[in-house]
């Protein structure tokens, strides 16, 4: 997968269906008519028609298991027929250009890394690491000798983790990988990296958050003695042809709730979007989502709940990043 630079932020507008902006209350960009604001707004109404199944009562689990060997998954990469196969696709909107991603559709798995901001402040390049981290685990599954090989996420970021502290990596990083194993999704992350896996429209399983307190969250560095691999969270769940996985930095779930992402998606999937345009959509919005200042996101909510700060409000502007996979039959 080619990482996908944004270019511009009129292109984002001109991305970003109107349709969106009416559903999710923002207007900033939009400076249509009002009868254009009317069929916009209609627009929205016909996509994110409510569910008229039962979904809405499943529960949104969370089921992580800070146990690696939790996982029935192999440490060493497994050569296997293919039950079900990944089509990808990712953008990335930088702020600081401090994230980085990966994906290899052919071996079905994707990754994320968010470089810790801090560090930018004491002359480090804070890149650093969350760079390191996605080269080597994506040299470490391009170099498998055998076409298709399944990787476990856990040890896949545990091998990139030893090789990036190896060359002594300045920085530190919040990092997550999910991969198709069979017909099995796992995962593994640490810090507030992380996943949304959705099913028929509805958020089927979400990562939480690994964090010391607001707006510190584990992260992986060079230090032994500092958080390590086998504090991330793993866990996994059997997929299904048509599921779709959202891997994304905090810059996109800091900024759009839970029940957008099941809005955005519903919408893309019916208007036919492809994993690429899915990943555009999305991290455009998170990015105008962003700089709003008149709109609640989950880091403004949760900063009131967890800081006290009553008139906390608005986005949290930030490097985005957003891989999609949609979970699709074998290529034969
Ligand atoms: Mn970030």
Not at 192 to 202: E, Q
Not at 203 to 213: D, K
């Amino acid at each position: 997968m080619e990482k996908h630079m944004a270019e511009t932020m009129i292109e984002f507008d001109r991305r970003i269906p109107d349709a969106l902006r009416a559903a999710f209350g923002i207007y900033r960009a939009s400076r249509r008519t009002t009868g254009q604001q009317d069929d916009a707004a209609n627009l929205a109404a016909v996509l994110l028609a409510p569910l008229d199944d039962d979904g809405a009562s499943d529960p949104i689990t969370s089921d992580c298991d800070k146990n690696p060997m939790a996982m029935d998954c192999a440490s060493d990469p497994i050569a296997m027929g293919c039950d079900l196969a990944m089509e990808l696709g990712s953008c990335y909107i930088k702020k600081h250009d401090e994230d980085d991603h990966f994906g290899h559709a052919e071996a079905c798995v994707i990754g994320v890394a968010d470089g810790v901001g801090g560090y930018r402040s004491q002359g480090v390049d804070a890149s650093a690491f969350s760079r390191g981290l996605m080269n080597n685990a994506y040299a470490e599954v391009a170099k498998a000798p055998v076409p298709g090989t399944r990787f476990c996420p856990r040890a896949l970021l545990e091998r990139a983790h030893q090789m990036t502290a190896a060359a002594h990596t300045p920085g530190a990083s919040t990092a997550a990988i999910v991969s198709l194993v069979g017909s099995t999704l796992k995962w593994a992350f640490v810090g507030d990296s992380g996943f949304a896996v959705l099913r028929g429209g509805r958020i089927l399983r979400r990562s939480p958050t690994q964090q010391h307190y607001f707006n510190c969250p584990y992260q992986l560095s060079s230090r032994q003695d500092r958080t390590r691999v086998a504090d991330a969270l793993v866990g996994e769940v059997a997929a299904k042809e048509g599921d779709i996985v959202i891997l994304g930095t905090d810059g996109l779930f800091d900024n759009v709730f839970d029940d957008e992402i099941e809005g955005i998606v519903r919408m893309g999937t019916t208007l036919g979007f492809a994993p690429l345009n899915m990943a555009e959509v999305l991290a455009g919005f998170a990015c105008e989502a962003a700089g709003c200042d008149y709109r609640d996101s989950p880091y403004s909510y949760l900063g009131r709940r967890q800081l006290g700060k009553s008139l906390m409000t608005g986005g949290k502007p930030d490097d985005i990043t957003v891989v999609v996979a949609y979970i699709v039959p074998p290529k034969i």
